[in-house]
């Protein structure tokens, strides 16, 4: 996903664009540093030592931590017991006024078949307000919630996942990390193998800006800029695409309660790669959606909303989602459906079957996230399908039974 950058309303030369790219990135302390050129000329990582770290303390908090068999002793114990074990060691940040944290307790880490999987890894539950976890929130550069930081036996950093994750979405990403897919360290180790893998450039610098390291992301895109002069690969254009993001972010106008998105739009209709053009025409449509979500709170006149409503819509189906490719389907599929509920009253019958579809995209790729469901739930209802919505609502209270908003829509669906 695109995160809302600060970049250019026109086409920038190459490396003009990349640092604009990456001037406008947030200060965060970089979660690994870089300490020598290596062989290739790519900063190399220091090894993390950390050697008399309580890494979990007592918090009462049992509704964090689920079933998983949580490791009881000192971070450099948990280490020592990796390497003895050649296992993974998953490190979960956490805190007390995390909601998300606490449905990963009560769903991914209370699933059977997640804890199941992760009898071989050395689970240590961090809580980043208490002393321990507050230095290792330094050393790994955390500042999202939850942070998943995982370690290969040697003790070295191998990925970093943020945000929720439901069971399912957990065990492939578990997968994937076990493996060594796609992730920080295997990223690294294609660069290194293969110092003209653009595409592997580009997946560790969006990976490094992720985890606070700029200097790091920035070396990987000037790398790209240097090795595609004539700005041709899918790596340079979607380097483009975020600065010019950036640039259109910055054009926010508080009258107005908008973005100036003339140079976002002329910069696409030249454009052919579709990952290129659903990224940046998904991103146009969270823009429009800025303005819809004012004029709601204004209490704008009903002819306003629906035409600013309807425009944002079209842009997610008829501009975005025809390009939409595998990665990053079943997660835009719940924002637009989403979208969809939200303007339910301004739609046509084909419209409401459109956001039933991507709905039941986004439910099928993720079972047991109970918002996820919720989606489909209220997409069912707008097409009148009421006794198998009411289903799906259930089913969001069983995931999480503390949740007012499930009960609400209980309620609502009753009358």
């Not at 993001?245 to 976002?264: I, M, V, W």
Request: charge should be neutral; proline fraction near 4%.
């Amino acid at each position: 996903m695109f995160l809302a950058l600060r970049a250019a309303t026109a086409v920038l030369g190459a490396l003009g664009a990349l640092g604009a790219f990456i001037a406008a990135l947030p200060p965060h302390a970089d979660a690994r540093e870089p300490v020598q050129d290596g062989p290739t000329g790519a900063p190399a990582r220091a090894h993390v030592i950390v050697t008399t770290i309580e890494a979990r303390e007592a918090s009462g908090a049992d509704e964090f931590h689920g079933k998983v068999p949580w490791f009881e002793g000192t971070y450099a114990q948990a280490l020592a017991r990796a390497r003895t074990n050649d296992s993974l060691v998953l490190l979960d940040f956490w805190a007390g006024w995390c909601r998300p944290c606490r449905r990963m307790g009560k769903t991914t880490f209370s699933d059977a078949t997640v804890v199941a999987e992760l009898c071989g890894v050395v689970c240590v539950s961090v809580d980043t307000e208490s002393n321990s976890g507050k230095v290792l929130c330094e050393r790994f550069g955390v500042k999202k919630l939850p942070t998943l930081v995982w370690l290969s036996p040697d003790g070295e950093l191998r990925d970093v996942v943020t945000g929720f994750h439901g069971p399912d979405e957990f065990r492939r990403e578990l997968a994937r990390i076990r493996a060594d897919r796609d992730t920080l360290a295997a990223l690294e180790r294609r660069v290194l193998a293969n110092t003209e893998d653009l595409d592997a450039r580009w997946r560790l610098a969006r990976k490094l800006r992720d985890l606070g390291d700029t200097k790091g992301a920035q070396y990987q895109l000037r790398a790209i800029a240097e090795l595609d002069r004539e700005q041709k690969s899918l790596p340079m254009r979607l380097a483009k695409l975020e600065a010019l993001l950036t640039r259109s972010y910055a054009t926010f106008d508080e009258r107005a309660h908008g973005y100036d998105l003339g140079g976002l739009e002329a910069f696409l209709a030249g454009e052919t790669e579709p990952q290129v053009l659903f990224e940046g025409w998904f991103a146009h449509a969270r823009m429009q959606g800025v303005h819809v979500e004012e004029l709601r709170r204004r209490k704008a006149p009903k002819d306003e909303l629906r035409t600013a409503a309807l425009a944002q819509l079209a842009t997610y189906r008829e501009r975005a989602w025809p390009h939409r490719y595998p990665e990053r389907t079943a997660h835009a599929a719940n924002e637009i459906a989403w979208s969809h509920w939200e303007a339910a009253e301004f739609l046509d019958d084909d419209a409401k079957r459109f956001a039933l579809g991507v709905a039941e995209l986004a439910a099928a790729a993720e079972p047991d996230q109970a918002a996820i469901l919720d989606t489909l739930a209220c997409c069912r209802w707008m097409n009148g399908d009421h006794d198998r919505a009411r289903e799906l609502v259930e089913r969001c209270i069983a995931l999480e039974p503390k949740n007012p908003e499930w009960k609400a829509r209980r309620a609502a669906f009753a009358r």
